[in-house]
């Protein structure tokens, strides 16, 4: 399967973007040689900044393999910025579909078509404290297994510390690194030929984002926790814990009010 034409929007998009980068983060990128030259694949990429995307798609731009993000499908119809989306090439999610697999079906057609698809499996920026990866969505996986394309994970580090998750200014000074590791493709081969079910989903997900945080230990030169986090087991502890709460309070409340009224009583006999 030939590559892809890297195309003008792309080319456009890397003359308007590098040059901030490049002054803003230096660069300390390994593993390249892990990125397929040819066919589709997956990169599976933590998050842990909202500029990390320009520093991350800087990276593999120097790979000559372009990656593909996938962005919300009502993106593609905005103006100047809907014809930027498809001229470089990005990969509309349709969320709106009741069937999980025709969500993803732009992304499925695009490694077939020997594209990079790049996921966060995450979802969003990490919550964890420490800035680990968190457990991952299936959607990664679920491309992965349909295509059976190899899998890379990819750890970064650094744009975090130029703009730290949800922060609304950078810390310019002193000039950050931006680190990124490739690692070679996770081993999927057990999963394949299985039914797809909702279990098997999970159990992929969770070698893939074990991969990816394996990388960024390297990066970082220390262990991550063994438990990721998880933000759906986080809010169900944060409601028990609200409710708890909640329960004590009223508990004390019923015990105050109560003190008086048995006093009463007592003077009353």
Sequence with gaps: MPRRRIGFWYRFAAVLCKPPLVVLLK?????????????????????????DPFAYAHF??????????????GLFNKGFIGAAMRGTGQIPVYREST?????????????????????????TLTRDPDGWPMTGKTGAARVALQTKCPV?????????????????K??????????????????????????MTPELLKEATEVIMAAVTRQLEQIRGEKAPETPYDPRRERIEQ??????????????ERTRGG???AR???LGT
């Design 152 to 168: 890379i994970p990819v750890a970064q580090w650094g744009a975090n510390e130029l703009l730290p998750p949800y922060a609304k």
């Design 259 to 261: 003190r008086p009224a």
């Design 60 to 73: 593999q731009y120097n790979t000559g393999r372009v990656p593909r993000f996938l962005a919300k499908s």
């Design 99 to 123: 069937d999980a697999l025709s969500a993803f079906r732009a992304a499925i057609d695009a490694v077939e078509r020997g594209e990079c698809v790049a996921f966060y499996p995450e979802g």
């Design 27 to 51: 660069r300390d990128w390994r593993g390249m040689e892990n990125i397929p030259a040819e066919g589709g694949f997956i990169t599976a990429v933590n998050h842990n900044s909202h500029i």
């Design 264 to 266: 009463e009583e007592g």
């Design 239 to 252: 409601r028990r814990r609200t409710h708890a709460q909640r329960r004590d309070e009223r508990t004390q």
């Design 170 to 195: 950078p810390s310019l000074l002193p000039r950050k690194t931006h680190r990124v590791l490739a690692g070679p493709p996770v081993d999927l081969d057990r999963f394949y030929e299985r039914e």
